[in-house]
Antibody
Framework: EVQLVESGGGLVQPGGSLRLSCAASGFTFSTSWMSWVRHVPGKGLEWVANIKEDGSETYYVDSMKGRYIISRDNAKNSLYLQMNSLRTEDTAVYYC???????????WGQGTLVAVSS | DVVMTQSPFSLPVTLGQPASISCRSSQSLVHSDGNTYLNWFQQRPGQSPRRLIYKVSNRDSGVPDRFSGSGSGTDFTLKISRVEAEDVGVYYCMQATHWPWTFGQGTKVEIK
């Protein structure tokens, strides 16, 4: 059974940093693209970042480029999101995802809440 | 960025009746590889999103056949042939053709 378990969310002040983790199991993590998606309260879903199987390529939405860093440790079957210079508008539930855009493969974690507030 | 526009914003439906959600993209979603990476997601209250449809019309594993997707280019539709109580939630279209991948604003399906 595929499982994605996020952790590391919490309350942080504007300008602060937080590191999210996602523990993956039930599939071959090292051969899967991984992503982070967020759901802003009262708004919709927003794709955050993608990382290639071996970590050699990363892609970010412009509003997070330079502030967020997606990374992975294939030896630990883990995905990470380092979030710096956090803003109140970054408050959201962050989801870890593995998805193939062209095949029957898409799994989401349960999400972790990040609240940015003074 | 590609803007995805869904309609309607809210969709009250009667149990057992059909429902349809429209999604329009600001540019063609045909990828250079010939595929159209248009997805539909369902988010039930209190749950993580779940993908229903990929590449316009392909159902994901475990998705009931009352859900179907269609369309091409910039215009797409999700149809539910007969709405059941478990279909209540917010539905999002999402394009994965052009980076950054983008979602529509969501359509809330509720029972009348």
């Amino acid at each position: 059974e595929v499982q994605l378990v996020e952790s590391g969310g919490g309350l942080v002040q504007p300008g602060g940093s937080l590191r999210l983790s996602c523990a993956a199991s039930g599939f071959t993590f090292s051969t899967s693209w991984m992503s982070w998606v967020r759901h802003v309260p009262g708004k919709g879903l927003e794709w955050v970042a993608n990382i290639k199987e071996d970590g050699s390529e990363t892609y970010y939405v412009d509003s997070m480029k330079g502030r967020y860093i997606i990374s992975r440790d294939n030896a630990k079957n883990s995905l990470y999101l380092q979030m710096n210079s956090l803003r109140t508008e970054d408050t959201a539930v962050y989801y870890c995802i593995t998805m193939s855009r062209g095949a029957m493969w898409c799994y989401w974690g349960q999400g972790t809440l990040v609240a940015v507030s003074s | 960025d590609v803007v995805m526009t869904q309609s309607p914003f809210s969709l009250p439906v009667t149990l057992g009746q059909p429902a349809s959600i429209s999604c329009r993209s600001s540019q063609s979603l045909v990828h250079s590889d010939g595929n159209t990476y248009l997805n539909w997601f369902q988010q039930r209250p209190g749950q993580s999103p779940r993908r229903l449809i990929y590449k316009v019309s392909n159902r994901d594993s475990g998705v009931p056949d009352r859900f179907s997707g269609s369309g091409s280019g910039t215009d797409f539709t999700l149809k539910i042939s007969r709405v059941e109580a478990e279909d209540v939630g917010v539905y999002y279209c999402m394009q994965a053709t052009h980076w950054p991948w983008t979602f529509g604003q969501g359509t809330k399906v509720e029972i009348k």
